[in-house]
Nanobody, 115 residues
Framework: QVQLVESGGGLVQPGGSLRLSCAAS????????MGWYRQVPGKHREVIAT????????NYAQTVQGRFTITRDNDKNWIYLYMNSLKPEDTAVYYC????????WGQGTQVTVSS
């Protein structure tokens, strides 16, 4: 059974930083293009960052380009999202998932950017 567990969210002031982590079990992450997604109430979940199987290629939504960085540790089966220069509009629940073969969603981690 595949399980994705996101962590690292919290309350942060505008301009601050956070690191999100995604632990995976039941799936070999190195076989998958992975992504970070976010969702705000009343809106569809959107993909904001993806990373290739080997970690050598990344893509970002325009809204986070230059501020967020996605990385992976295939040995540990973890995915990370480094978020800098956070803005109030980054407030959302953040999820990780396979882009290659989407798995059941985890519970996500809440990020709130507010002064």
């Amino acid at each position: 059974q595949v399980q994705l567990v996101e962590s690292g969210g919290g309350l942060v002031q505008p301009g601050g930083s956070l690191r999100l982590s995604c632990a995976a079990s039941g799936i070999i992450l190195s076989n998958n293009v992975m992504g970070w997604y976010r969702q705000v109430p009343g809106k569809h979940r959107e993909v904001i960052a993806t990373i290739s199987r080997g970690g050598d290629s990344t893509n970002y939504a325009q809204t986070v380009q230059g501020r967020f960085t996605i990385t992976r540790d295939n040995d540990k089966n973890w995915i990370y999202l480094y978020m800098n220069s956070l803005k109030p509009e980054d407030t959302a629940v953040y999820y990780c998932n396979s882009v290659t073969i989407p798995q059941p969603w985890g519970q996500g981690t809440q990020v709130t950017v507010s002064s």
